[in-house]
């Protein structure tokens, strides 16, 4: 497998893609110095193969070096933040209640 993940600005969303076939999606939307992200799938034939951490973790990757806030709507992405809360800071501490974050990194 040659995994990467790419960001589409005219679709809105990032994608992973093994080789040049897309197998997962993340929506989101830029608002100021805020990144929605509303949705993320991956296809039900590769689910298991941890590409779902691996997307998100290149979209928070991308978040964090344009100098932009989260905001996780997506639970899958939630869980993920839950699970690596050196990510937290993406989340502003003000956010962080209205997604259930407000105690993951305490």
């Known amino acids: 497998m040659d995994i990467t993940v790419v960001d589409v600005p005219e679709r ?3 994608e992973i893609r093994d080789g040049e076939l897309c197998v997962g999606l993340a929506s989101y939307h830029v608002d100021g110095g805020l990144m ?4 993320t799938e991956i296809d039900p034939s590769r ?4 590409l779902g951490t691996q997307l ?6 991308a978040a964090r070096e344009r100098d932009l806030h989260v905001l996780p709507y ?9 699970d ?14 209205t997604f259930g974050l407000a105690t993951a990194n305490s």
């Not at 998100?56 to 990757?61: A, I, S």
């Not at 997506?74 to 839950?82: D, G, M, Q, T, V």
């Not at 690596?84 to 209640?97: G, S």
């Open 12 to 14: 809105g969303r990032f």
């Open 36 to 39: 929605t992200l509303p949705h």
């Open 47 to 50: 689910s298991g193969r941890g």
């Open 56 to 61: 998100v973790r290149g979209v928070l990757t």
């Open 74 to 82: 997506c639970s899958f992405i939630r869980k993920y933040l839950l």
């Open 84 to 97: 690596h809360p050196e990510e937290l800071d993406l989340v502003t501490e003000a956010d962080r209640p």
